[in-house]
């Protein structure tokens, strides 16, 4: 279990490298939880991001779908996954708020809309308390390794490096601390569980185990990378082996050491940043 939750780190590592810097995405005015039916009891919440869209139903299982590609279609807007079967979802505004369908699997995007029902969803003055408590921390983590990505598109090392540290950030103070890196850390292991289908049960226990995960994740990074022992990561911390990895030329002195059983050791968070830069 543990494992799995450190591997969620490396989630932007599969997803950023197929995206372009920019897919049009959705419309700001769209962006933002959407829920459908009575605001005091929700029977479903639909959470727009720049370039995702994920979906928490009461009964049925969680629904995450990153936009790889967007474009429009007879006044819908139409975005794209991955996969051999790419999964798709249109939306559109609408008198309620935002209207979305999701169109067969084989019906080709030249025949879109086609017949469908839409769903309609509504804005609600503010989210239950059990659906913030439990998908809050998770979609403001999806949001801004959006940003990170986006910052992270075609810019060197350094800046890259600054980015993660800029919006994986909360307190302002420009330096991860291990509160928040315990926050990227659980926020991941959300994303990874909706991605998967998970049901509101798996999802409150995938948060309630990224929680104790996380605290203790987070230390074993703090204590790896923590160079000058302040208690906080840097953007110089994080980025120091990427920056300087062309110039370790070495030497022909001595012999190589057997390095087959060595462990991989505490790689937390280094499939997260090493996705973005592209390595």
Known sequence: MIKRILLACG???????????????????LRGAWFAGDCADPQAMLVMTGRAAARIDAEAPARLLRFFATHDIAGWTLGTGVGAEAPRLLFRPAAEGLETAEPDAKTRDDRLPGELSPQVW???PAPPALLAGTHAEGIAVLAAIEHMEAACAGSGVA????????????SGDRLLSAAELARLIRGAAWVVAAQEGATQDVLLGAVGAGALVGV?????????????????????????????????????AGAPLRTGNLT???GLLRGLVEGLMGR
């Open 11 to 29: 989630l932007a590592a599969s997803l950023s490298a197929p995206v372009a810097a920019q897919i049009g995405g959705v419309p700001e005015p």
């Open 264 to 266: 991989e050791g505490a």
């Open 216 to 252: 203790v994740a987070a230390r074993v990074v703090m204590e790896s990378m923590d160079y000058d022992a302040d208690g906080r990561l840097s953007a110089e911390e994080i980025a120091l082996d990427a920056a300087s990895f062309a110039r370790a030329t070495g030497t022909n």
């Open 122 to 124: 509504r804005r609600c």
């Open 159 to 170: 800046a890259c490096a600054a980015a993660i540290v800029q919006h994986g950030d909360v």
